[in-house]
């Protein structure tokens, strides 16, 4: 072969700018088909992941078709394209094991999850009604869990959340994930959405694309209500809608029209309350998957 690469140079006068696929292209059928099985097959390298190993944060992560992906108690599987998905809850401690089992590689080490300081919000003024539900709404609340469990419960095998998160309204924030709210003196769960107040009727688009799992009108807690997966576990919850345009099993694209802002609900005002649940186990910060761009993978080292 050697030989042959060196008469292709006495040829042309020239080092051809391809060598081996001129000297292959040279060779006969057979030994073109021989040289190719020969050659040793290359293995994708590990990539890494995306996204700030945060309290509430999101990572999207590629080691290959296979591997499974761990960070403290939540394991991935990747997909048939070697994506894996996990999240970080609000409270998680300053140290989470990551690892990774892929084919040829194997990372096992301790992350340090940056800690964040979150906001606490008092509200005054509200409703008793709204802060301690009349116990005659029971079997409603408890029809309606079933139900968002139920949607929680089902998984898209799609992959929405590679194209990243666009911001699904506009409007003024007046709520941010973590924060605790102390409603009438009351501490209340944290808070585990993103809140933009503005107009009713403003319109509300899919931050990425999904499908529809949930699409209610009037729910007792949140109004309008709407859940969309964006594929391995990651769902968008849309609360206080004064309209919902879509259906359960709609397939929809970033930034297609979904709902309208609305005060349904246990709302105390027009706004837009987008929370992300993730595996059906616990919220991760929308603000973050705003920043999030999943084509910039990094190695974990």
């Not at 990774?100 to 009604?129: L, Y």
């Not at 609900?265 to 987008?274: E, N, S």
Request: with cysteine; glycine share 12%.
């Amino acid at each position: 072969m050697i030989a042959l690469l060196a008469a292709l140079i006495l040829q042309s006068g020239t080092a051809p700018l391809d060598p081996i696929g001129e000297m292959i292209a040279s060779q006969s059928p057979d030994a073109r088909d021989a040289a190719v099985m020969a050659a040793p097959a290359l293995r994708e390298p590990v990539q890494g992941c995306a996204g700030d190993f945060a309290e509430g944060g999101l990572l999207i992560c590629n080691y290959g078709p296979g591997s499974q992906v761990s960070l403290g108690e939540v394991t991935a599987e990747a997909d048939g394209s070697g994506w894996t998905v996990l999240g970080i809850p609000r409270d998680a401690p300053d140290e989470l094991r990551f690892t990774v089992a892929a084919a040829g590689e194997r990372i096992d080490r301790m992350q340090t999850i940056t800690q964040r300081e979150f906001a606490i919000q008092r509200i005054e003024g509200v409703p008793q009604s709204t802060v301690t539900p009349d116990a005659s709404t029971l079997p409603r609340r408890q029809r309606e869990y079933a139900q968002k469990q139920a949607a929680f419960a089902t998984r898209w095998d799609g992959e929405g959340f590679l194209a990243g998160f666009i911001r699904p309204a506009e409007g003024i924030t007046t709520g941010v994930y973590g924060s605790q709210r102390i409603y009438n003196g009351t501490p209340g769960n944290p808070h585990w959405g993103l809140d933009w107040a503005n107009d009713p009727g403003t319109p509300i688009v899919a931050p990425a694309a999904g499908r529809v799992i949930l699409a209610e009108p009037d729910m007792y807690y949140e109004g309008g209500l709407i859940f969309l997966d964006h594929g391995q576990g990651v769902v968008s919850c849309f609360l206080h809608m004064s309209a919902v345009h879509v259906a359960v099993g709609d397939m929809v694209e970033q930034g297609q029209l979904i709902g309208e802002i609305g005060s349904g609900g246990r709302a105390t005002g027009p706004h837009l309350d987008w929370r992300v649940k993730f595996q059906n186990n616990f919220y991760v910060d929308p603000a973050l998957l705003l920043e999030l761009d999943p084509a910039e993978l990094h190695p974990v080292e």
